[in-house]
């Protein structure tokens, strides 16, 4: 079975910057789409950016310009790097893989344990 381990996430000031990493296992990983969600306290688990395997990028309204995604498929590896944080941003970081390679639609088949963003003063 797939194993998805996130890494990177922390305390951070506004303004500042993370970069959070996911390690994926599995031989499929290259056909698979991947994403980002978060879920803060008291609020749904949301997207917050998603690569399909040919490389096209959907990103959620409040992190566009401001996060972006990426994938290393020689690394097996996933990252999201995040800049300009806010405190509207914490929340715990999950990684996840699709069932298909493609974004629409995305249908999440893992999920990482998840990683603590924490952005404070």
């Known amino acids: 079975q797939v194993q998805l381990v996130e890494s990177g996430g922390g305390l951070v000031q506004p303004g500042g910057s993370l970069t959070l990493s996911c390690a994926a296992s599995?031989?499929?990983?290259?056909?698979?789409?991947m994403g980002w969600y978060r879920q803060a306290p008291g609020k749904q688990r949301e997207p917050v950016a998603c690569?399909?395997?040919?490389?096209?990028?959907n990103y959620t309204g409040s992190v566009k310009g401001r996060f972006t995604i990426s994938r290393d498929n020689a690394k097996n590896t996933v990252y999201l790097q995040m800049n300009s944080l806010q405190p509207d941003d914490t929340a715990v970081y999950y990684c996840?893989?699709?069932?298909?390679?493609?974004?629409?639609?995305?249908?999440?088949?893992?999920w990482g344990r998840g990683t603590q963003v924490t952005v404070s003063s």
């Open positions: 996840t893989q699709a069932i298909y390679g493609y974004l629409s639609p995305f249908n999440p088949a893992f």
């Open positions: 690569i399909s395997s040919g490389g096209n990028i």
């Open positions: 599995g031989s499929f990983f290259r056909l698979k789409a």
